[in-house]
Structures are given as C-alpha cells and as structure tokens.
C-alpha cells in the first residue's frame, strides 16, 4: 500500500513539474482569489451611471480577479436612449443582476424587494469591518425598502456637515470656459447667461481648429444623461439655483417651485438660449446623435469651449501639455447668477446606490467584494472617469515623510491625461484609461481622508497643487482680485446655491402616474431637442405649443400636482438638514 502510494505521488509530481502545475496539495502559483473562491465568476452589474458597458478591462479588473477569482459584465442604462426600457426588461426577467447600483428613492428599492431581486445583506456582515463601519448608512438607504433588512449602501457617504459644500475648489456647476480665449478678449462682462452668447462666438472666432483639425463649437449636448427632460438644458438651469425634479424645478434656498412645462419656467429659458446658440453656430451639429463619451473626446481634443460642470473641463482637457501653452478652462462671473453646489450628505447619496441581486451564485463573496469597496484600498481604487480618486499605491502616488506625493506615472495619469499610458503588467497591463473602474460609483466623498488624515481624492493634496500651479490659475486671481479658490470667491459673493446634502423619501407613484410619467418625459425630451434645433424662431415657438398641448392631453398636470406635493416636502426635509447641521 505505503509502496503505490509512493508511486502515485511521484507520478503526480513528474506531471506537474512537467505541466507547471500547482501540487493538488499545496498552494503555490495560486491568486489571493483563487485560494478562497476556488471557482471562477462572471458577476453582471446593473449600473445606470456607467457609461461604458462589457467586461471590465484593465488594472482595476486585475485586482478584482486576484482578489475575487471573478470578472465584471457592465451593463450599462446610459448606452441606451431610452434607459428606463433595460431596467423594466431585467426586472420582469427576474433578475437585475449579481450587482445592482441604481436609486432606491421613488419607489424603486421597495419595488425590488416586494419582486425578491435584492439579497438582505444582514446574515453576510460578520467580520466585515468596512460595511459594520458605514451600517448606519446601510440602514438609511435600507429603509427605503419599506421592511426590515440591510438591502443597500449608498455612494458619497460624508463625515463632514451637510450645510457645507461637498466641493472643495469649483462649486458643483458653474459656466466652465477656456479662460486663455476669455482673457483674449479682455475679460468681457457678463451680467446674465444669454450675455455669454456673443462672448462664446468671439472666442469661437479666435480659437481656430481643435488639436487634430477638427471645428470648434462652444457647445456639444448629447443624449444619454437625459431624465425627465433635456439633461443638457436643466445642468444650465442650476446656475440659478434650481434642481430638477421629475417634472419640476426646485430652488433649494428660497423654496420656489416651477413646472418644467410653465411657459415661462427656467428650462424653457435654457432651452431658448441653446436654440440661440444653435442660430449662431455655435451647437455642434452632431449633438443628437452623441453621446456623453463622444464628447469627453471632443473636449479633450479642444473641440468645445464650453463644458456644463467644472470638472469636466478641469480633467479632460486641462492637461499638462495645454496648460503649457497657456491653455486652459476656468469658471467665469455671470453677474445674476447663483450656482448650484451639493453639500456633504451624512447618510450617502441615496439616489446612487449599491445592492446585491437576490440570484446570485455566491452571495457571500459578492458581500465580501462590496466590504472591499468601502475599504481603504477599495475607495482608493474606485472612481469615476474623470479622476476623483487616487489609484492603488505605488502605481500613482506614494507615500512620503512630506505626505502622499504622485509618481511619475501618477503624473502622467492625472495631470498630462495620456491617452495611451501604458500600466505596467504587474498592475495588470493595458492602458490606464481603459483600467479605470466604469462603475463610475465613488464610495466616499472626495473630500474624505483615510486612516492617516490623507484625503483620498489626490487634488487636494499640497503636491498636486504644488505641480499644477499654472498660468491660467493665477490668471483668474489676479482678474477676480482674490487668492480664494473660485468656491471660496462665489461664496462670498453670495453666488452659490446649497443643496443641504440630505436624502428624502418620496412616495413612490402609483402605477397609472408612472404611465403617465414616462409617456411625458419621452415627449419633453423629444420636443426639446427639435425646439433647439429648429430652423427658425417661429418653428421654435410652434413645437414649445405643441409640446404643451401634448402634455396636457397625455394628463400631465394629474402627474404634476402630486410632483410638486413632492417638491414641498423635500424642500421642508432641505430646510431640516441645514438647520440641524450649520
């Protein structure tokens, strides 16, 4: 017996040195992963923020594989026009996914739950330290659901007081422009948003070919953000303050209340300035049929001179190379103006969060893949695309007795922008950009610190502001008279609007509003997008009737009435956070 056993050890090991395999009974050449989940998996993740969809490639698929033995299948609402149709089709087949980051407001997660999508993550928790750190905001996102249970985790989760602004250096939305073109000009005034028109055009003038020859447009729109209206023309309304809400607009400082579809309402005004724009060529003619990524290209390209949020502009296109040159994209003054900025939310933001679908193949390592999300190397790992994270260590920064510092190739990935930055294979190889995480899910903040009191989000530290020193950015201060950063010089000119970063829960519609919900909004996007592009003003005011007499034979004051009720119990619930945190 001890004689044939002998054997067959000697046979199994002449066979694996041969093979290179690992000894059945031993270790070696094994993953972290591949030792505690033996099986290999293919998690699908429903997420309506992603704006790339497939299995997830790169650095950051290499660390989920060594750590979890699993792959990353995106699947992705915003690729679709219509959205809304890709969840409703997974729901009804039973299954959202293995991940599902969605919204748990307006009804959604209790719909979920009621239908047995979601797993009850409350038996999965022991000995997970990160989601056990952050269970109080597992349980404010949970009790949308309606039941007991830990059924969800938010994004953004904050340690800092709501009332304040969650930016720390350019307010959530302002007019984003290429600076060196405005100071070209001599800093014209600008004493409302429509004056901004013949401002754009000068500079359009000036501004020639973008880097690869293409024509330059002040404004490329495109479809794939689209909610309950034209999104492009409602991020144009928060620089007065307002917030879009289904169907209405809410000003979070003073209360007030607007139908999108009032005649007269703030979006209508945008959706006027952007056909004006369309009028003077300044809208590129490819805005219908693009999408947010086509134009984070042209951006970076130089293509567009105007961006619709700060950091778009700031991490697209304000590379090292055209900062050089004295390139560059900065806020502007618009004298009436009062820009929308979100304040730090306690509990999360709610209306992105995270949940594991109820039909997954193991639970528990999906719970221990979420645990690591909100862990130090987790959130330092997962961000959006436009780089408010810091990467894994010692790939793009270090540490250092002067604090975190970027490395050479943290340099090149979030100041210069390389296009083709290469990652080395150790890190999992292919090009940085196509190995950023397209969860576009930020776990916490980016004004958070870790453990040792260093911020997670690189742009704030003295080292980055210490390289990125430029030009442009001493421009500004010495034009606006201020060593302020632009959030610090609106604030105190009185120039921001503060979301009280708080969630509410509202009443999710009964099933008929939803009906009526989703055949007006497709009508309000639709519309919207023909009156930009009208030939002339009279087709312009031609469809806006149209629009409005469609709405109200599609019943859309009944969805509307019980929107605003809505609207006035959150602005109350608003009103509650800022006094609570002042």
């Known amino acids: ?62 660390i989920v594989r060594e750590k979890f033995n699993m792959q990353l299948n995106i699947i992705s609402q915003n690729q679709d026009h219509n959205g809304e149709a890709t969840y409703e089709t997974m729901r009804a087949s039973g299954k959202l996914g293995d991940l599902i980051m969605t919204n748990v407001d307006d009804g959604r997660l209790s719909e979920m739950v009621r239908e047995g999508l979601v797993l009850d993550m409350t038996s999965y928790l022991e000995g997970h330290e990160n989601l056990q750190k952050y269970r109080k905001q597992m349980e404010a996102s949970s009790a949308y659901a309606g039941v007991d249970g830990l059924w969800a985790i938010s994004s953004e989760i904050s340690e ?23 100071k070209q000009l001599g800093y014209p005034r600008i004493s409302t948003l429509e004056n901004i028109l013949p401002v754009l055009k000068e500079m359009q003038n000036i501004a020639g070919k973008s880097d690869s020859g293409e024509d330059v447009y002040a404004f490329s729109l495109f479809r794939d953000w689209d909610g309950g209206a034209m999104q492009n023309a409602g991020a144009l309304t928060a620089l007065y303050g307002y917030d879009v809400q289904d169907f209405v607009l809410l000003n979070p400082a003073t ?17 006027k300035l952007l056909f004006d724009a369309n009028q003077m060529g300044l809208v590129d003619p490819d805005s219908p049929y693009q999408n947010y990524e086509t134009v ?26 055209h900062l050089a ?12 103006a009062s820009y929308l900025t979100w304040g730090n939310d306690p509990d999360g933001r709610q209306s992105f969060s995270l949940m594991i679908g109820s039909n997954t193949k193991d639970p528990q390592r999906l719970v221990d893949f979420v645990d690591w999300l909100y862990s130090p190397e987790g959130i330092e790992c997962c961000g959006s695309p436009t780089g408010n994270f810091r990467g894994p260590e010692n790939l793009t920064w270090e540490m250092t007795e002067d604090g975190p510092k970027l490395t050479d190739f943290g340099v090149d990935a979030f100041i210069n922008m390389k296009p083709d930055l290469q990652v080395p294979e150790e890190f999992g190889g292919g090009t940085w950009t196509e190995g950023v995480s397209w969860f576009n899910f930020k776990p916490l903040d980016k ?44 604030e105190e000119n009185n120039m921001i609007t503060v979301v009280p970063g708080t969630e509410w829960a509202q009443d999710e519609y009964p099933d008929y509003l939803k009906t009526v919900q989703e055949q007006c909004k497709q009508t309000i996007i639709d519309y919207s997008w023909r009156m930009v592009f009208s030939e002339s003003e009279d ?44």
């Not at 800092?160 to 405005?182: C, G, K, W």
């Not at 040159?325 to 009436?336: L, P």
């Not at 004004?447 to 742009?459: L, S």
């Not at 859309?556 to 945190?581: G, H, M, T």
């Open 539 to 582: 087709e312009f005011y031609r469809l806006k009737e149209e629009l409005l007499g469609t709405l109200s034979r599609l019943d859309y004051d009944s969805f509307l009435e019980v929107n605003i009720e809505n609207a006035k119990k959150r602005y109350e619930v608003l009103k509650q956070a800022a006094k609570e945190s002042p």
């Open 447 to 490: 004004q958070e610190v870790d453990e040792r009191g260093n911020p997670y989000y690189y742009g704030m530290w003295q080292d980055y502001r210490d390289r990125t020193a430029t030009y442009i950015t001493d421009d500004w201060k010495a034009h606006y008279r201020t060593e302020l950063t632009p959030i610090g010089y609106f």
């Open 325 to 336: 040159q004295g390139k560059g994209f900065e806020s502007i003054v618009v004298e009436d």
């Open 296 to 321: 984070a290209s042209k951006v970076k390209d130089g293509a567009v001179l105007y961006t619709f949020w700060p950091w778009m502009g700031t991490s697209l296109y304000n590379s090292d190379d």
């Open 1 to 62: 017996m001890r004689k044939k056993l002998s054997q067959l050890v000697s046979v199994i090991m002449a066979v694996c040195i041969l093979t290179g395999c690992g000894l059945p009974f031993g270790d070696q050449g094994k993953t972290e992963g591949e030792n505690k989940y033996p099986e290999f998996l293919t998690i699908d993740v429903f997420d309506t923020q992603a704006n790339t969809q497939g299995l997830q490639r790169g650095w950051f698929a290499h």
């Open 160 to 182: 800092n007081a709501a009332s304040e602004p969650s930016d720390y250096d350019e307010t959530t939305n302002a007019p984003f422009i290429r600076f060196d073109l405005y």
């Open 255 to 271: 209360g007030d209340i607007q139908s999108i579809a009032d005649k007269d309402s703030i979006y209508f005004r945008m959706v």
